[in-house]
């Protein structure tokens, strides 16, 4: 599994919900995309290991 995809993911359900600053899903979601997008070496770690522990084996990339 690619951080990317999973980001891409994140960035999907954002522009899904239209930005609106008034609602915490979207608030959430954005600054959670923000901050991932900013330290995508330490969430590819993080995926890594993950997928290690089966994780994402049933999901197709």
Do not use: P
Not at 21 to 48: N, R, T
């Amino acid at each position: 599994m690619k951080a990317e995809t999973l980001l891409a993911e994140l960035n999907r359900m954002r522009k899904d919900l239209g930005e609106d600053k008034g609602d915490l899903e979207w608030l959430a979601i954005h600054h959670a995309f923000c901050f991932i997008s900013y330290k995508m070496s330490d969430f590819q770690k993080y995926v890594d290991q993950e997928a290690a522990k089966g994780a994402f084996s049933e999901v197709e990339e």
